[in-house]
């Protein structure tokens, strides 16, 4: 049985949508230019009462939060239509709306429902897509989270990340004093909020296999760090590495049959390849310098990584069967951590050129860097599954907190902590 | 009564891998430590049941000295204790390299072991919190791999020598500056049960 803690809950700060208790809360801090204004209404329900869940808003804050729509305060909805047959159109187009949702959540038996959904241009009065979805109680949330990807996908042409997850590591401290480490998964919102590994020792460098069903991560509960991997449904967990030295930075190849690992047990940090299967052990750099942090092309037949080779981190590029290594940042004096986009072509990484720690992304093709924070202690980056956006930590007035760019520096968001910090920020991969 | 206390303590250890915290919060273990740093005691992380039926094992050393004392620096012999009492060695930022104000610390808990052939320790090396937390697993590191060779130097033994790094993950300055980061470039000589 997985404990339920909720250590942290997203409560949206954007236009009134009230939640009890706001430990952590999104803050768009800087918009793009003019996000499509939408409607979404609350759905029907036909029975006394209210509904298990309140759809429409959990999908009004989605589609908010991807900072390319804004939502109609329901305070301005005189008329709720729930089936298309309700619809005046040019009600709509008065308030300015280019697009309508409108829905119905009935029951069908002990513990089930059906939900139904429309998506409308108002403009040219028709419908885009529809969906019927059969659920239960428990997949509310689940369900509102899906129908925000569908709009999301029909309106942008993109697909939605809503009903994705993140992983991140907490550190809390005890009025007593005592610090407790946490590896936490949450809904992409921040709901729902798990404890799945709890210890008064470090835990770090969170990966998610790439079937969303497993997270690797490094733990020094036994006082010497060591990898593990646990499944998420139902908290089993098996040790992976704990050789002489570091076990750090695990990272799944895209087949999820390997992890590329660093150790440290032949005298100084080096890449691995351990095989999950057979328990293989391969060795893929064997610098004197300090290599670590691998990171798969989606491809698998590349690792990145970063080295110190040359007198200070940058970041590198070698075969995953091995082979000689290239260097692939060349701006800055520091660049590490590097992680890469979901279509293979680009590396985010954190960079420093004068002191200040950014995060920052290089094309691969143009070898041309951007910078996309403002620092000055930013790390760990991780692309959201359909490259748009990416998680970070970042500090912001002495706080450890998480934040989001997009991936074209235009839009961020800062997902604040109110106490404790906040880490190593992992978006799962679907 | 050693051997006794050695076996408890490997019993204990192998429960804390099977998910058992019975080291509770080794607040029995701060009783005694007598001054900074991270105490030696493991304690489990708490999680929804581990199977560790495929565990990799690497050679895991111990702290096996049985000599639990109250309070004070081991009984250093010919040691000067001003030194032997002081167990944090700080470093300059992205460096490994040992001051000679560090050296001198290293030179009597060297001696100190060199006399003491039974006596551990453990170098615990830590980083500031710039950059990326691996990479700071690495130079964390490099600083207690860097003491462990000035002690093997001195009359260390091989055996006697344990090290572990915890990056940035264990900070003793909270800060966000300078002031905080220097204090945090640190290795930490631990004495088990100390």
Redesign the interface.
Known sequence: ???ILLQLIICPLLFGSAYAQAELTIKITEGIESPVPMAIVPFGWNQPGKAPEDLAAIIASDLERSGRFTTLDRAHMLIRPSSPSQIRFRNWQTLGMESLVIGQIRDSGPGKYIVTFQLFDVFRGEQLTGYTIPLTAREFRHTAHKIADIIYQKLTGEAGVFSTHIAYITRDVSIKG?TVYRLQVADADGQNAQT??????????PAWAPDGARIAYV???????AIYI?ELN?????????????N??PAWSPDGRKLAL?L??DGN?DIFVLDLAS?KLRKITSSFA?D??PQWSPDGKYIIF?S?RGG??QIYITPSMGGPSRRLSFDGN?N??ASISPDGKSVAM?H?SD?N?RIAVLDLESRKIRILTPGK?D??PSFAPNGSMLLYAA?KG?QAILSAVSFDGRMHQNLQVKSGEV??PAWSPK | MKSMNKLLASSL?SL??AGCSLFG??ESGDDVAPVTGPG?D???????????????????TQATDGNYTSNSAPNAGNVPQDLLSQRVIYFEY?SSEVSAEGQAIIQAHARYLAQNTNARIELQGHAD???????N???G??RALSVARLMKLQGSADNQLD?????E??PVALG?DNAAWSQNRRVELVYPGY
């Open positions: 049985m997985i404990k005592a799945m590994a709890r210890s008064k020792e470090p835990i770090m460098s733990s020094f509960e036994s006082g010497k760090p646990q139902n908290g089993r967990r098996r040790k992976l590495a704990r050789y002489n030295g570091i750090g930075a660093t440290s047990k940090p328990k300090i670590t942090e970063t110190d200070k981190p520091y590490a951590g954190v420093a002191g720690y202690l790390e760990s500090r002495g880490r190593e | 250890i804390n891998l919060g080794g030696g493991a304690t489990a992380a708490q999680t929804q049941g581990v199977d560790n039926s495929d565990s990799f094992s690497g050679v895991e992205d919190e710039r950059g990326s937390r691996e990479y697993i690495a130079l590191e490099q090290s572990v790094s915890f990056g993950e264990k966000n």
